[in-house]
């Protein structure tokens, strides 16, 4: 389900802010949406592509 590993991403995403700090996390988000982006694109081509 999509919501539920947002919500897992989210509580690890808020546990490594609080570990290792905003600067290292920003990057951490920065890889984490252009991979959800690829991801997304992927799924939609292969919707359509089906």
């Known amino acids: 389900m999509p919501a539920t ?4 991403i989210a ?6 802010m609080a570990a290792i700090g ?3 996390l ?4 920065v890889f ?4 959800f982006t690829i991801v997304g694109l992927v799924n ?5 592509s089906a």
């Open 5 to 8: 590993s947002a919500l897992a």
């Open 11 to 16: 509580v690890v995403a808020a546990i490594t």
């Open 22 to 24: 905003w600067r290292t």
């Open 26 to 29: 920003l990057t951490i988000a």
């Open 32 to 35: 984490a949406v252009i991979a």
């Open 44 to 48: 939609v081509v292969s919707i359509f």
